[in-house]
Nanobody
């Protein structure tokens, strides 16, 4: 089993920054991608960003490209999401997810383990 624990959410004003962290524990040796998704009230969960665990290749949703940066620390089994220039529409519960098979995906159906989520609220 794999456990994912997110932290770093909170309330911030528009234009501000937050850094989310997700620490993985358990059977982490077959990680291929670690990603971030988000879900706002009344909306479906959507892809934000993902990173290939070995090569460090990064992928972003168009809505966050240029503002968010995903990174990972393999020694700590931790993935980060640096969020800058935040907008009210970025408000959501942010989920960390792990994919344990080969190949990029921005679909939540292809991620196998999920954290409990952390709330991000951006005030205008």
């Amino acid at each position: 089993q794999v456990q994912l624990v997110e932290s770093g959410g909170g309330l911030v004003q528009a234009g501000g920054s937050l850094r989310l962290s997700c620490a993985a524990s358990g059977r982490t040796f077959s990680t291929y991608f670690m990603g971030w998704f988000r879900q706002a009230p009344g909306k479906e969960r959507e892809f934000v960003s993902t990173i290939s665990w070995t090569a460090g290749n990064t992928y972003y949703a168009d809505s966050v490209k240029g503002r968010f940066t995903i990174s990972r620390d393999r020694a700590k089994n931790t993935v980060y999401l640096q969020m800058n220039s935040l907008k009210p529409e970025d408000s959501a519960v942010y989920y960390c997810a792990r994919k344990h098979d080969f190949g990029y995906s921005d679909s939540d159906r292809n991620y196998h383990y999920w954290g409990q989520g952390t709330q991000v609220t951006v005030s205008s």
